[in-house]
């Protein structure tokens, strides 16, 4: 199996949209409600299609074998600006069908050698505190909670914590 990450293009918004929902769908159910889930999916086409029809430069699908499996963000993060710094893993989805089989761990490789390249000294990600499966693969790749949290309303009010890792 040859896994291959690349810049998003317009033509992957179809793929990036699945991937997002079905994502969404596995980790979050239990603590998120489903109809939250199933509102924020039923807009994911338009919104990578929106997304990927303007310079992208942070958006990457995973793909196995040519099939797009998930979709990586990194990049400058979106609420510490005084951190110069900083670089932030904003978004790290899989398919289900593909959980477990080291994609994720690769992928987090190649955003930690991006943010290494962009002399970056850290790299943080919020992750919901209730999202216990992907904080374990957080701390995994070296990651621990900061102190750091932010309140979503997600249907429901919800936690993320922010993680951290030295590069």
Known sequence: MKLNIRLAM????PDMAEIHARSWEAAYQGFMPLSYIQEKNAGRPTLWERILAQENTTRHVIALDG???GLLDVGSPQYE???AALYELRGLYLHPDYYRQGIGTQ???F???IARAQGKESMILWVFAENAASIKFYESCGFRADG???A?????PLTAIRM???L
């Not at 317009?10 to 918004?13: C, G, K, L, M, Q």
């Not at 979503?152 to 429901?156: M, S």
Request: glycine fraction near 8%.
């Open 10 to 13: 317009p033509a992957d918004a």
């Open 67 to 69: 099939k797009a499996v």
């Open 81 to 83: 600006t005084e951190e």
């Open 107 to 109: 992928a987090m490789a």
């Open 111 to 113: 955003a930690l050698d």
């Open 148 to 150: 750091g949290e932010m």
């Open 152 to 156: 979503y309303q997600c249907g429901k």
């Open 164 to 166: 951290r890792r030295t």
